[in-house]
């Protein structure tokens, strides 16, 4: 069966694009968070035990959502307010 001259550069073109769009499609989705950030600092349960989980086995599940939402949660709430926090009298110069 003979092709126009041009006509097998635009079929060789075609079966990449469809190869490459299989390809991207076939991709995995991102992971979703379970919870966000104010559900982690409502609930201290909640966040002690998914704090533990990411410590446990921090080369999976360290780079996930949940854990990144539970550590910037425990991040507000260890640290609070720069304004709630008590002086540190720290000793006076000589």
Request: proline share 9%; charged share 25%; glycine share 6%.
């Amino acid at each position: 069966m003979r092709f126009r001259p041009g006509v097998q550069v635009l079929r060789l073109r075609l079966g990449l694009v469809v190869t490459i769009l299989s390809a991207v499609a076939c991709a995995p989705a991102p992971d979703q968070a379970r919870h966000s950030v104010e559900d982690y600092a409502t609930d201290p349960e909640l966040r002690h035990a998914t704090l533990a989980r990411c410590a446990a086995d921090p080369g999976t599940l360290g780079k996930t959502p949940d854990c990144a939402n539970v550590k910037e949660a425990e991040r507000r709430v260890g640290i609070g307010s720069l304004r709630e926090l008590t002086p540190l009298d720290l000793p006076k110069k000589n």
